[in-house]
């Protein structure tokens, strides 16, 4: 082979082999150069090495950067080549019962001509805020990529919010266009009043003048005439289905989304283009979501809840068909978007998944195009877990995130290899931390813990989509209307300055473990805990056995006064159809929790309810549990204790 040359077979690269047969990877096929001079490494002079082609003498100095390209990571670039390289991947949208079918390639020709709409007729540039109110439909796809794409920030409201929440959110944020449904753009009318800024409604849908007539009256009569109110469909028309985006650091903000507010105020969390995009890129590998081109997803959590958990971003890199299920809720809708669409992938929390499964036991589906489910946003019982496999053949998957995490953080997918009983810890765990996210358990004493699966602490985490602030408003700062929530003022320097460490790493507020693998298992939220005797009790470990009774629909656990003890457990039960609310059902229901913990863990108090009130996003609300309990409203019955001396005290109990 040497003194040979190898033939170019691609018409950019050549590997030569020049005269002493040394290979030298070429950028072009252009001819090799003539040798050139080099520096004598004895007195400095320039001379050339006869028979050898070289650049520059070599250097042992550090080197500083590389030669490879820093390609800007945007969500224009993901919109771009969803596209492009997707462009027949297809969004299925439920407007009503009725599905409507749309391409990758249309979202961006459409998104392209709102970017055209808002920047010359709302006014919007970069940096702006533009709020979305509207449900898992196909315009709020197209209002994510627009405004992301053109530099300005997307706000999505949550429509399960009242009042005063979307008035704090809206001023907090400093929104001045909002884009909403015809639906829900009607409940923005009231709040206007407060919201000084916003200067812009859009409605969607195909309602045209008489949707955007209408709202304008509503806002006329509510002292805001003066907000100029256009129809989607309208101010798209005419523009070019095309848009060259500006260039935008992939620092810079993209997404400002807020958390539920279940401990107090809402707080703002800004997402960074790098962020949003890492993000997407973890919820493709197989460890995570594992996302892939052709496999279609059910998106039942939706874009107001931190943009569907990052979903339709990954959809767009991969070429993953979108299905999603409109406004109508409840599981007889779910069911019939499920047998219409058949998507083999689905999200949501675990309380969409309950009520869908009772929907199964009267209705059974006929066929089953689930493979996996995941869930999150509250614990997921390991019953539920067992219904789905075990009726369906249908994998539920825990997840684990928050708001301040991107959203997603771990996935419990089972490691290759394990089975029986270790496969169901890890199933049931809320599973694996990812690359490009640290963690660590640290003790009450503020100690970081060794990873196992004995040392219980507070979960503390970091990484490259984990926040390390909040967002604070001009408004906030000078204490005007976004100042206010619920009619007290909100310091939000004081949120974090608790949420943060002075390390950078964020709190979450979870108690749990980690293991030495990596999987997260999650006791209980901070505020939940139960503090008994000296000694914690984790109201979600109670929860999830109660709900495994067949008596048992929902089940939440709260702390209650107790003269002896402090704190004991109360817990909340909606039985199924048919059971009787009675002592007779909450002495069989205590029987078999304290088979399953110790007996000082299990409840004495219980009371039976209709239903379970949930937060934004479907969490159980236990500040409401609270609040009916405090005001008398609970009738509580009150089994005997069980004359167990106190935990400490009783060393082989206390285990």
Not at 7 to 17: E, F, G, K
Not at 440 to 469: A, C, K, L, M
Request: hydrophobic residues 35%.
């Amino acid at each position: 082979m040497v003194g040979s040359q190898r033939r170019c077979y691609h018409p950019v690269a050549r590997v030569s082999l020049i005269q002493t047969g040394v290979p030298v990877l070429r950028r072009s096929c252009n001819p090799a150069p003539t040798p050139s001079p080099i520096l004598d490494d004895m007195d400095g002079t320039q001379r050339t090495e006869p028979g050898h082609t070289t650049g520059p003498a070599p250097s042992t100095a550090p080197l500083t950067s590389s030669t490879m390209r820093e390609f800007p990571l945007t969500m224009a670039s993901v919109l771009e080549y969803g596209r492009v390289v997707h462009g027949s991947t297809t969004v299925r949208t439920y407007y009503g019962e009725t599905p409507e079918d749309t391409t990758f390639s249309e979202i961006g020709g459409r998104s392209a001509a709102l970017a055209h709409a808002l920047a010359d007729i709302a006014g919007v540039n970069p940096g702006d805020r533009v709020a979305t109110f509207m449900p898992n439909i196909t315009e709020h796809l197209e209002s994510l990529f627009a405004v992301t794409s053109m530099g300005a920030v997307i706000q999505p409201l949550n429509s399960n919010l009242v009042a005063d929440q979307l008035v704090h959110i809206i001023n907090h944020a400093g929104d001045r266009v909002i884009i909403g449904s015809p639906r829900l753009s009607r409940r923005l009318a009231p709040v206007m009043p407060d919201c000084p800024e916003i200067h812009t409604v859009i409605v969607t849908g195909t309602g045209g003048a008489e949707a955007r007539d209408d709202l304008h009256t509503l806002l006329t009569e509510a002292g805001r005439g003066d907000i100029t109110v256009l129809s989607y469909e309208e101010i798209l028309d005419g523009y070019a289905t095309t848009y060259t985006w500006p260039d935008v650091s992939e620092t810079a903000p993209a997404a400002l989304l807020y958390s539920t507010g279940s401990t107090g105020a809402p707080k703002g969390v800004v997402y960074s283009h790098r962020a949003m995009w890492l993000h997407a890129m973890n919820l493709r590998t197989p460890d995570s979501f594992g996302i892939r081109n052709g496999h279609s997803f059910l998106c039942t959590v939706p874009v107001f809840h931190v943009l569907s958990w990052g979903v339709p971003i990954a959809a767009f890199m991969a070429g993953t068909p979108l299905v999603f299920p409109g406004g109508v809720a409840g599981p007889a809708h779910l069911a019939h978007v499920i047998a219409d669409s058949m998507p083999r992938m689905a999200h949501g929390a675990p309380s969409v998944w309950m009520q869908l499964v009772v929907h199964y036991q009267h209705t059974p589906p006929e066929k089953m195009s689930l493979q996996e489910i995941i869930s999150g946003g509250a614990p997921v019982p390991p019953a539920l877990i067992d219904a789905w496999e075990e009726r369906y053949g249908v994998d539920m998957i825990h997840s684990w995130g928050m708001t301040e995490t991107g959203p997603v953080g771990t996935v419990a997918r089972t490691p290759v290899g394990v089975g029986g009983a270790a496969r169901r810890r890890y199933r049931d765990s809320q599973g694996r931390f990812p690359i490009g996210m640290e963690f660590r358990v640290v003790s009450d004493d503020g100690t970081p813990q060794q990873p196992n699966d004995r040392s219980s602490g507070e979960i503390q985490v970091r990484g490259n989509w984990v926040t390390t602030d909040y967002h604070h408003s001009p408004a906030a700062a000078k204490g005007g209307a976004a100042h206010v929530f619920r009619g007290t003022d909100v310091d939000d320097s004081d949120d974090a300055a608790e949420r943060f460490t002075d390390d950078g790493w964020l709190r979450t507020g979870d108690i749990g473990t980690i293991t030495r693998d990596g999987f997260l298992t999650v006791h209980d939220r901070q505020t939940d805990t139960i503090r008994s005797g000296g000694e914690w009790i984790y109201s979600a470990i109670l929860e999830n056995i109660v709900m495994e009774s067949d008596m048992v629909a929902e089940a939440a656990v709260i702390g209650v006064p107790d003269e002896r003890w402090g704190q004991r457990p109360l817990a909340v039960v909606v039985t199924i159809a048919g059971v009787d609310r009675d002592r007779t059902t909450a002495e069989e229901l205590a029987a078999a929790v304290a088979a399953k913990v110790p007996r000082w863990m299990a409840p004495e108090y219980w009371t039976f309810v209709d239903r379970i009130d949930k937060t934004s996003v479907g969490k159980f609300d236990k500040k409401d549990l609270r609040a009916h309990l405090a005001s008398g409203e609970f009738d509580v019955i009150k089994l005997r204790s069980p004359g167990e001396p106190k935990p400490q005290d009783d060393p082989e109990d206390a285990q």
